[in-house]
Nanobody, 126 residues
């Protein structure tokens, strides 16, 4: 069983950058699509970015396009989210998730991801 563990969150000023990592213990997820989601207080969990198993295809939520970059290193069983030009509205708990469904297309739907990390807090001050 894969257990993802996120790290890299913290407090940053608006305009700053953070790099989130998600490493998995247990079985490899090198054949699986991966996603980053976030949840702010009082809001539903929302899709942020996704990457296919090989890293050749990525998709982003509109509000983070051009600011966030998702990448993966299958040799390290790790996925990353590089976040730049951070805004206060990016404040949330960020989760990585693994899709065991071997889909050809990247899903934006939380229910289609099977395993989740515990999350890492990102706080952007104005």
């Amino acid at each position: 069983q894969v257990q993802p563990v996120e790290s890299g969150g913290g407090l940053v000023q608006a305009g700053g950058s953070l790099r989130l990592s998600c490493a998995a213990s247990g079985r490899t997820f090198s054949l699986n699509n991966l996603g980053w989601f976030r949840q702010a207080p009082g809001k539903e969990r929302e899709f942020v970015a996704g990457i296919n198993w090989s890293g050749s295809s990525t998709v982003y939520e509109d509000s983070v396009k051009g600011r966030f970059t998702i990448s993966r290193d299958n040799a390290k069983n790790t996925v990353y989210l590089q976040m730049t030009s951070l805004k206060p509205e990016d404040t949330a708990i960020y989760y990585c998730a693994v899709d065991f469904g071997l889909r050809h297309s990247l899903s934006r739907v939380p229910n289609e991801y099977d395993t989740w990390g515990q999350g890492t807090q990102v706080t952007v001050s104005s």
